[in-house]
């Protein structure tokens, strides 16, 4: 935040934010929709609005999940994630990712709202929508998706949160703050051993880093 | 107890079981012959008990009355004549009077209260596992939906318009009823889910949208249901407010603007009166021509399975119930209320108001 006089003024993360339009933003926002159903999401009407939307009929590849290399993950509950979890599929999918990278945006897609057994699903996700939906309904639900969380704030928040439940001293958390904007001002790439040099060893490393790595590439969005 | 809790307490009928397993409807109860409706001394004492998380209330006075009250399955009950000792408030007369004169206990009470929490809870069970599988069948129904709606949505894409909206409106006739069918569809499977699991209503994050938006929006979906009647939904005053709501929100319009053109006269007109408060909510009232819902049955209409004694067309008496549902996830306030004015052959304006905390967009 800077001071009215710009005296003692500090950069934080949340000043790094990428001045794109939106429509650029949305361009840019990498969404996945992993449903084995191909007909049951307005895959065409989103594409041809310039939104970049991926389709997995089966979660094809954990770690890119768990690397946050998505922006947004539209997940459906049946039919996907048996190789993970054959009872919970879905579910299984969501509570591990949430796990792994908490700051990933998921969208919970199913037409299973009835089962109260799967309450916990929805509310761990970071929105709901019913099956089936409309294309107005995506679109909204996407371009909402985007102005909240696809800014550098957001991630950090979500980092912040993973350091504090890490026990990370309040110190350390704003070194590596700072360290972060040096590196997306001098486009540094690579920061992985500042930070395990900055903050030890720590449980959740690969989560901090993916979600350091989103933040850069938000950053980088100018 | 405090004189502000004191004349709900006495005054509302709430049903009564008396000790030996009569029943009645609470303004006919038994009451020692100190004990009237407009008692003026107020000094009852209050304890209360907490049974798995739930509560059961007694009440007693120096007089010799004494009951408890706890609710079950929604409903107040008020058991007479139970042998309360916990009063620190009573007098030694008065403990000796009623405990040479009361029969049932307060464990017995609370036994029987219990029992029947239980058994209220396991049935509500049944009816959602049940509901729940049921709903679960529709799921190549709601696949098929899908696929017709995306269908028609891709069709919609080649007519002119900046939005999907506009592009609708451009589309042949045929094509437009196909997508508002659809939708509505879709909304009754939603409407399905919530019925089956009443917590569907709080899925999801809340956002900012336009209230008036939520209820165009609607009103187009049900147009064509109301043309079949000769109904005309008019759209009158002005909101701009935005309320922060969930995807269920949008059960209310649709409950309330499908009653009110299932019950108005035919060739009538359905009315949507918008107002944004000073307060930055959003008032928002469906009025309807037609039959009226008699005064005494007005506590009930948001009731499960509630049909009014006046009602003209069939229903399930669940609609109503789960708008409320949806309006208390969203801390919206829902209610109705029949027109003031003169009324002819039991017929006038009944009114469906909905009045949520909002704020101006900017």
Redesign the interface.
């Known amino acids: 935040m800077e001071t009215p006089l710009g005296i003692f003024s500090r950069k934080t993360i949340h000043d790094i934010n990428p001045r794109l339009a939106f429509d650029e933003l949305m361009k840019r926002t990498r969404v996945l929709v992993i449903d084995d159903?191909s007909?049951?999401?307005?895959f065409?009407?989103l594409k041809?609005q310039g939104y970049s939307v991926d389709h997995w009929h089966d979660v094809q590849d954990l770690a890119k999940l768990e690397s946050g290399f998505f922006d947004i993950i539209v997940l459906d509950i049946g039919g996907v994630g048996a190789e993970l979890d054959a009872d919970k599929e879905g579910v299984a999918v969501l509570t591990h990712v949430k796990r792994v990278n908490p700051s990933q945006v998921i969208v919970?897609y199913s037409?299973?709202?009835?089962?109260?057994a799967q309450?916990p699903f929805?509310?761990l996700a970071?929105?709901?929508?019913?099956?089936?939906?409309?294309?107005?309904?995506w679109?909204?639900t996407i371009d909402?998706l985007i102005k909240n969380t696809m800014s550098t704030g957001h991630y950090w928040g979500g980092l912040r949160q993973l350091l504090e439940q890490d026990g990370v001293a309040r110190v350390k958390i704003e070194k590596l703050e700072r360290e972060l904007i040096r590196a997306i001002r001098k486009k540094a790439p690579d920061v992985q051993d500042r930070i395990k040099r900055i903050l030890g060893p720590t449980e959740n490393i690969v989560s901090i880093i993916s979600i350091v790595a989103k933040i850069g590439r938000i950053a980088a969005m100018t | 107890m405090s004189k502000a809790q004191h004349p709900i307490l006495l005054f509302m009928p709430y049903p009564t079981i008396s000790p030996d397993g009569e029943l009645s409807d609470g303004t006919q109860m038994a009451q020692c012959e100190f004990c009237r409706f407009k008692c003026e001394e107020r000094v009852c004492a209050e304890y209360s008990t907490s049974l798995g998380g739930k509560q059961i209330r007694y009440f007693t006075c120096p007089h010799g009355y004494s009951v408890a009250t706890a609710e079950v399955g929604g409903i107040p009950i008020r058991i007479n004549g139970v042998l309360e000792t916990f009063s620190s408030t009573a007098s030694p007369q008065f403990k000796k009077a009623i405990k040479d004169s009361r029969k049932l206990k307060a464990d017995e009470c609370e036994a029987w209260v219990y029992r029947a929490w239980t058994a209220i809870d396991q049935y509500e069970l049944a009816v959602?596992e049940n509901?729940?599988s049921a709903?679960?069948a529709l799921?190549d129904v709601?696949?098929l939906?899908?696929?017709i709606?995306?269908t028609a949505?891709?069709w919609i894409?080649q007519y002119s318009g900046y939005s999907?909206?506009e592009q609708v409106e451009t589309a042949p006739k045929q094509l437009k009823t196909i997508y508002h069918a659809?939708?509505l569809l879709?909304a009754l499977?939603?409407y399905?889910?919530?019925v089956?699991?009443p917590?569907?209503a709080t899925?999801?994050?809340p956002?900012w949208?336009g209230v008036h938006g939520v209820f165009f929006s609607c009103a187009k979906i049900l147009e064509a249901r109301a043309n079949k009647r000769g109904i005309q939904i008019k759209l009158t005053g002005k909101s701009i407010n935005k309320a922060e709501i969930r995807?269920s929100f949008g059960i209310i319009p649709l409950v309330l603007m499908d009653n009110a053109i299932k019950y108005a006269d035919p060739n009538s007109i359905v009315e949507l009166r918008f107002e944004d408060q000073l307060d930055e909510s959003v008032a928002v009232v469906v009025a309807s021509t037609g039959t009226l819902v008699p005064r005494k049955e007005w506590p009930w209409i948001f009731d499960k399975g509630f049909r009014g004694s006046n009602a003209t067309a069939a229903g399930s008496g669940l609609g109503l119930h789960i708008a409320r549902l949806v309006a208390d996830a969203h801390a919206t306030k829902i209610a109705y209320e029949a027109s003031d004015g003169p009324v002819k052959n039991g017929k006038g304006e009944n009114r469906f108001s909905v009045v949520i905390r909002g704020k101006r967009p900017y």
Do not use: W
């Open positions: 159903q007909n049951e999401f307005p065409e009407f041809k919970a037409g299973q709202a009835h089962r109260s309450i929805f509310k970071d929105q709901y929508v019913p099956k089936p939906a409309t294309a107005i309904m679109k909204e909402e | 959602r509901a729940a709903v679960a799921h709601k696949s939906i899908g696929g709606l995306h949505e891709e894409q999907m909206d659809c939708r879709i499977l939603q399905t889910d919530m089956a699991n917590d569907a899925f999801g994050k956002s949208r995807e």
